[in-house]
């Protein structure tokens, strides 16, 4: 098995902690320092990323996803298009549909159920991706509008910014197989009426069914998406079994499930590397993005790899979708 691309996302606590993750992320190897976007809830990812860009070299930049649901087209393209322009050609375009009734109803919307949420994204997705090209764009529809939008100035340095999606939704996997540069799974079912948690898709017939959907959608194209898995969780341990078991009660799935999943690293560091190499063998699952609070533990799983070299995939052709 060849080393997964592994990304990093965390929120900035304080000027002097981020700066140092930033520069650990860099030194460390890994290829993207990411950051969630939830307005109200969370630091602004494109701010905190240029600060973090300006300490860096090499390492992409972006968040870990947009909500589409919130941002609109020219607003996110010229943040992105800024990010890029300040890393020097390292900004990622990532983006969600959104699912928090809470993001919504602060600024005074309503959350609109799932067919309109799909709309949506595809909508801004599709408008935004052609403003960082240069195109003058118009959409008129109950979702978007924008009227011959074109971000002029500042122009992304990257021919072709790279696009991420990120999410689950049946309709957006197709979509995302024939648009997407990377699709990110993260084993996130349906809200919960709490409007924050998810019910848990972890199992493997679920990340088939996902799998399936997005390789319907590139069914037309040379090169399918890469895939990549959200890790909610890393454990190092001799037990593999028993702190499976406790993931296991906690979100009410059993611990087999946890154990081949791509959403946990659970056990000793041979036993984590073979489940990855049978996730990469079944799903395509080549990148991982893991969160600040379990660098430690996915420095020792990294460090056994005999491949640590990194090359990051988005600079080896810059060939369109």
């Known amino acids: 098995m060849q ?3 592994i990304s990093v996302q965390a929120q900035p606590r304080d ?3 981020w700066i140092s993750l930033a520069r650990r992320v860099e030194v460390g190897g890994y290829d993207a320092l990411l950051a969630a976007d939830h307005p109200g809830t969370t630091a602004s990812p494109f701010v905190a990323l240029a600060a973090a860009a300006a300490v860096t070299e090499r390492i992409g930049v972006g968040s870990y996803v947009s909500q589409a649901g919130v941002r609109e087209p020219l607003l996110l393209a010229s943040d992105v298009a800024t990010l890029d322009l300040v890393s020097g050609g390292r900004a990622r375009l990532a983006l969600g549909a959104g699912h928090t009734p809470t993001e919504w109803n602060m600024l005074g919307a309503k959350r609109p159920d799932v067919a309109g949420r799909v709309r949506r994204f595809q909508a801004v997705a599709e408008a935004c991706r052609a403003l960082l090209a240069g195109e003058t764009t118009t959409v008129e529809s109950p979702e978007v509008r924008t009227y011959q939008a074109r971000l002029t100035n500042p122009r992304p340095v990257q021919h072709r910014v790279p696009f991420t999606f990120g999410g689950g939704n049946t309709a957006m996997l197709r979509w995302a197989g024939a648009h997407a540069d990377v699709v990110g799974l993260s084993g996130l079912g349906r809200t919960l009426p709490d409007g924050h948690m998810h019910e848990v898709r972890w199992s493997g017939a679920d990340i088939d069914r996902q799998v399936d959907l997005i390789e319907q959608g590139a069914a037309d194209r040379v090169d399918a998406p890469a895939r990549e898995a959200l890790v909610q969780m ?11 078991h406790e993931i296991a009660r906690r ?3 059993d611990a ?14 041979d036993e984590i590397r073979a489940a990855m190499a049978d996730h990469e063998r079944r799903w395509g699952i080549t990148r991982y993005v893991v969160r600040e609070a379990h660098l430690d533990a996915v420095d020792e799983v990294r460090a056994h790899s005999s491949d640590a070299a990194h090359e990051d995939p988005f600079r080896r052709s810059e060939s369109g979708v």
Request: charged share 10%; hydrophobic share 45%.
């Open 234 to 244: 890393v454990e190092v341990t001799d037990d593999a079994e028993g702190a499976a």
């Open 251 to 253: 979100l009410h799935c």
């Open 3 to 5: 080393s997964p691309v």
């Open 15 to 17: 000027a002097a902690s």
């Open 256 to 269: 087999s499930t946890v154990l081949a999943s791509p959403y946990a690293w659970v056990g000793t560091v």
